[in-house]
């Protein structure tokens, strides 16, 4: 285990200063969107801020992941261009309803890859459709990029035609059936955002259905979820050993007047180190 994904938080990437705002965040994961809350007109200069923000991989607390816009839209290339480079952690892929279309994207991220001579970037599919649902065991096993599958419980209802309510049942089962397939292709299920932010006890509800259900995290869409989202996600036995292996073998590794060192056959840095830190004072 290299990433935890007990908080994945969304920051429009067409805005300035939520992107600033984002390096001093605690979240698990940064996400820096592309697609649903960048307007058409403002794609071009959200990939731009986001390209010149992964420069400044330095600055951010937390791994940064890109979700680009999904493999329908036409836009996945220009997107790539632009965010394939070092400082990138990972990326989001909405809206994916097969492996076809995993496998579409896979050639376009390595070919890129290849020319700029980056390692393979791990990828997180969002499943938000009904074909996707059917399809999340083989999405969720598709390869050894995929580390983690997110539900999209809005457009989901959308495209069974389930009107979204605080209390709706339309999306049980399929908000079920998605942790399930990701446990059994052996990665993380994060649960979908909860999208009242006046309604934090809504939101720890919410947080304790998903943990139940076999999600180890949470997207959120605010800040001030961070905090609640990990306290409802505490950490696993399996987490905090990883979080111990990580400080000890990283701490020997700076003893020695080296950065960078392996755990379980996996690089870590000072990224994981702050992180693992991070997860072991929470569990105090």
């Known amino acids: 285990m290299t990433?935890?994904?007990?908080s994945l938080i969304f920051i429009p990437g067409n805005n300035p200063r939520f992107v600033e705002k984002a390096k001093s965040l605690q979240a698990d994961i940064l996400c820096f969107d592309l697609e649903d809350s960048v307007p058409d007109d403002e794609k071009t200069n959200a990939r731009k801020l986001v390209r010149n923000a992964l420069k400044e991989r330095g600055s951010f607390e937390s791994p940064i992941f890109v979700r680009t816009n999904s493999p329908l839209s036409g836009k996945i290339l220009p997107d790539l261009k632009e965010i394939v480079q070092k400082g990138i952690d990972?990326?989001?892929?909405?809206?994916?309803?097969?492996?076809?279309?995993?496998?579409?994207?896979?050639?376009m991220l390595s070919s890129i890859e290849k020319s700029r001579k980056i390692k393979p970037i791990q990828l997180v599919p969002s499943i938000e459709s009904a074909e996707g649902v059917v399809n999340a065991y083989s999405i969720a096993s598709y390869g050894k990029r995929v580390a983690a599958v997110v539900f999209g419980v809005f457009d989901l209802l959308n495209d069974i035609g389930v009107e979204y309510a605080k209390n709706s049942k339309g999306e049980t089962y399929s908000r079920s059936k998605i942790p399930v397939d990701a446990r059994a292709a052996g990665v993380a299920a994060i649960d979908a955002i909860w999208q009242d932010l006046k309604d934090t006890r809504g939101l720890e509800r919410d947080c304790k259905l998903g943990k139940s259900l076999g999600y180890g995290g949470k997207s959120i869409i605010h800040p001030d979820q961070i905090p609640i989202v990990h306290r409802l996600f505490y950490p696993s036995k399996g987490e905090i050993s990883w979080a111990q292996r990580v400080c000890t073998e990283y701490e020997k590794s700076s003893k020695k007047g080296r950065g960078a060192t392996t755990v379980d056959g996996k690089m870590i840095d000072e990224v994981h180190y702050k992180q693992a830190k991070a997860l072991l004072e929470f569990t105090i």
Do not use: A, S, W
């Open 3 to 6: 990433q935890l994904f007990r």
């Open 90 to 107: 990972g990326i989001v892929v909405p809206k994916v309803n097969n492996t076809k279309e995993l496998k579409k994207i896979e050639r």
